[in-house]
């Protein structure tokens, strides 16, 4: 596995907490410390693991949590900031069919990038193109037969001229040679080793302009750890990087820093490579990779669960509701902020619960849209007070909307259905009681913590 030990530690710092009865403020701290030791010695820079921990510190006590169980919260936490350390995924290389499509690799020597060919041209084979593999390196000895010889290992076709020495004579030809030849997508790899650096990376300028390659990928070898950041910002000066593979991550202790490391350059992480073999080599997603990570394979389950219990609630809206101020346009806004009735529920719920009236229960998203339409055929006086709406002006609007009398009539039950929800439950508030038909909830104290909490009424 990538980034074994890493991924041990992390998963035990998860297993731990998972453990435990109730995450309190120690519960947390033991585990920043944890995670803190896990990836300073994965390499990852300091001020990177110390700014990931603070986050995590400060929203994991987050008081907003109702139904959420804090564990998972804390678990999501984690694996959004390791996310956030290892970057987002770059856009995907377009490669337009029947056009010339070239991929350039750079990085210094001993980086991996001839065997990172290879790689690369199995990949784009399996997905169905025509694959050239290309060198350009006239300075690493037997660099043409070393590509040869990976080429036809996957069967792909291997351009080149060992006889000629100029590398960007070769460059021009040979891409013309495998164009001719309906290629689909030429991989050109380059010299690492060169009579000095400045003349590399000067080489890398000509051929990128000459070729003017789809797009040029920067070969880093993953033991090199926090340092590649240096290799990258360096390549990213000269060159029009638009990515990076990170190389030899199999059996080295550093990965969690040079993957961080290369993030932090802004140039997004897009394949890592784990062997030495052809089929050693995977695309990079920081979110299945951080699943990997922590040992949960299923995150993405993990991830909705907490998303769709997080309410996210709009004080505003409260406010109104509080003073019993309830418009068309209210009822149009509140079920567009909140999308479902689903989180409505829940807010209720918090708010002292109640049982939702079942004109409510439908699928608010469904009809919005034809709302919005409705809506615009009323005048502001209509929709302040929809009691003056009667049956000639009804059909009115439905004519002048396109919509059909069905749904305004609709539109207008839910809305009386939600206001005498919304009288009913401010009564029984009053009264100190919570919603009837709902046990367990909270009465009408703990309605109005609630209300305390979100601020000023
Ligand atoms: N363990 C491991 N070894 C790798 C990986 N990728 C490349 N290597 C090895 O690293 C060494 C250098 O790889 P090359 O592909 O020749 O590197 P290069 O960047 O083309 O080097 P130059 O042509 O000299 O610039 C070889 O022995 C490869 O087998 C990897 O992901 N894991
Ligand atoms: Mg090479």
Known sequence: MVLEKLGRSLDNAIRTIRRLPKVDKDAIDALIQQIQRALLGSD????????MTENIRKEAMNT?????????FVIKLIHDELIKLLGGKPAPIRIKTGKKNVILLVGIQGSGKTTTIAKLAKYYKSKGYKIAALTTDTWRPGAYEQLEQLSEQIGVKCYGNPNEKNAIKIAIQETKKAINDGNDIIIVDT???HKEEKELMKEMAIIEQKLKPNEIILVIDGTLGQQAFNQAEAFAQTTN???IIVTKLDGTAKGGGA???????NVGIRFI?????????????????VGTLLGIPDIESLVQKVQEAEVDIEPEMVKRMMHGK??????????KSIKKVGKFKQILSMMGGGNIPDALKEDAEANLAKWEVVLNSMTQQEKDNPKIIKKTRKRRIAIGSGT???VINKMLDQYNAMKKFMKRFLQMQKKGKGMPGMPGLPGGKGAADFMKKLGKF
Request: net charge negative; hydrophobic share 40%; proline share 0%.
């Open 273 to 289: 490579g784990m062997g030495e073999k052809v089929d050693d080599f995977e695309e990079f997603e920081s979110s299945k990779f």
């Open 326 to 335: 309830f418009t068309l346009d209210d009822l149009y806004l509140q079920l």
């Open 404 to 406: 059909q009398y069905s």
């Open 64 to 72: 907003k949590l109702q139904k959420v169980r804090r564990k998972d």
């Open 191 to 193: 010299a690492g080793r």
């Open 259 to 265: 993957l961080s490391a290369c993030a932090a350059s």
């Open 241 to 243: 990087l638009g990515s």
């Open 44 to 51: 990852v820079k300091v001020e990177l693991v110390f700014e």
